[in-house]
Each structure stands twice: as C-alpha cells, then as structure tokens.
C-alpha cells in the first residue's frame, strides 16, 4: 500500500497483518479523495480506522490534524507507525469503539470536516443506526461522511446523500449535512 497523492505521495505504509483488517484499496482512495478536492486545513475523523490509510492520504493532502480510532490493537500498531514513518504529528490515536468516540467528540463540541466511516463490512447494519444518530453533532459547516460498505448496501443515514458509487466488491458513499 502506499500515499496516492499530496506531500507523502508515493510513500508505502503499512496495514496490519491477518483479516480482521480490510484496507481500502489504493485505486478506490484515489477515487476518493479526486471526489473530495482539496482538504486545506480539515480536520478529520477516521472511524474504524485499520491501518489508517484514509486518515493519512487526507493528512498528506492538506488535511490539519486527524483523529485516529479502531478497537484492534493491530491496527493501531501499523497507524502509529505509518504516522512516524511518515513524521506526522497532526494526528491522535485512540484504542476505542468508534460509536463511543464519535459521541464523546460530539459531547466536547469537537467539528470535523471529513468524517471516514469504514467498518467491517459485517457490522454495518449494526452500526448505522448508532452512527446516524451520533454524526450531526460532529459536523462542522459544509462537512462530508464518506461510508465504505460492501457492493451490495447502500448506506441510508439522516444526512443528504451527496453520492453513492461502487467499486468492485465496495461502495462510497458520501454524505453531506441536510440543507436547513
């Protein structure tokens, strides 16, 4: 794996070993991150985060500071390695339940412009419910969600849906706040 694009272009990272993480492959980033412009100054939540590589391409992109959150410690390991491989220090790492850190954010009136949601594939109905009612006091003016999901779903959140595309076995789709 490897930084698509902005200052740590082409640098490899690494993802934990085994299959309990699923990173999002280079070619669905870079179509990403072409559907999301520039992230001058954003400040990201990466939920579920595995081996961090959305967070980190948005970072190397301009991105100001990136919030880091997975329950694998595996993970964790490689995103603290990627940021020091990388010498990023705008990021912070937590060993947590993203539903939890997503409300403990919104309790602390933290805002994000670019929220990643990118859980197992197999807890996403699980988790919509929890993550819909939690995202809105995270948003800050203008934010967007973007959801990874298996092919086959297509994510339905209280947000307005800015677009939904797949990409082999995985869909993208983006969320914006809803326009009062």
């Given at each position: 794996?490897?930084?698509?694009?902005?200052?740590?272009?082409?640098?490899?990272?690494?993802?934990?070993?085994?299959?309990?993480?699923?990173?999002?492959?280079?070619?669905?980033?870079?179509?990403?991150?072409?559907?999301?412009?520039?992230?001058?100054?954003?400040?990201?939540?990466?939920?579920?985060a595995g081996s961090g590589a959305l967070?980190?391409?948005?970072?190397?992109?301009?991105?100001?500071?990136?919030?880091?959150?997975?329950?694998?410690p595996a993970a964790l390991r490689a995103?603290?390695?990627?940021?020091?491989?990388?010498?990023?220090?705008?990021?912070?790492?937590?060993?947590?339940?993203?539903?939890?850190?997503?409300?403990?954010?919104?309790?602390?009136?933290?805002?994000?412009?670019?929220?990643?949601?990118?859980?197992?594939?197999?807890?996403?109905?699980?988790?919509?419910?929890?993550?819909?009612?939690?995202?809105?006091?995270?948003?800050?003016?203008?934010?967007?969600?973007?959801?990874?999901?298996?092919?086959?779903?297509?994510?339905?959140?209280?947000?307005?849906?800015?677009?939904?595309?797949?990409?082999?076995?995985?869909?993208?789709?983006?969320?914006?706040?809803?326009?009062?």
């Amino acid at each position: 794996m490897r930084i698509i694009a902005g200052t740590h272009g082409g640098r490899r990272i690494v993802a934990p070993r085994g299959t309990r993480t699923r990173p999002t492959a280079d070619r669905v980033r870079e179509a990403l991150f072409s559907m999301l412009g520039p992230l001058d100054g954003a400040s990201v939540l990466d939920l579920f985060a595995g081996s961090g590589a959305l967070g980190l391409e948005a970072l190397s992109r301009g991105a100001r500071r990136c919030v880091f959150c997975d329950t694998d410690p595996a993970a964790l390991r490689a995103v603290r390695e990627n940021l020091a491989t990388l010498a990023l220090a705008e990021a912070v790492v937590f060993q947590r339940d993203g539903v939890a850190l997503l409300r403990e954010e919104g309790r602390a009136g933290r805002r994000h412009e670019l929220v990643l949601l990118d859980p197992p594939y197999e807890c996403w109905a699980e988790l919509e419910p929890q993550l819909g009612e939690a995202l809105t006091a995270v948003l800050a003016a203008g934010a967007v969600v973007v959801v990874e999901t298996d092919a086959r779903v297509t994510p339905a959140l209280p947000l307005a849906m800015r677009t939904s595309r797949r990409y082999g076995s995985a869909r993208l789709t983006l969320f914006e706040p809803p326009q009062p």
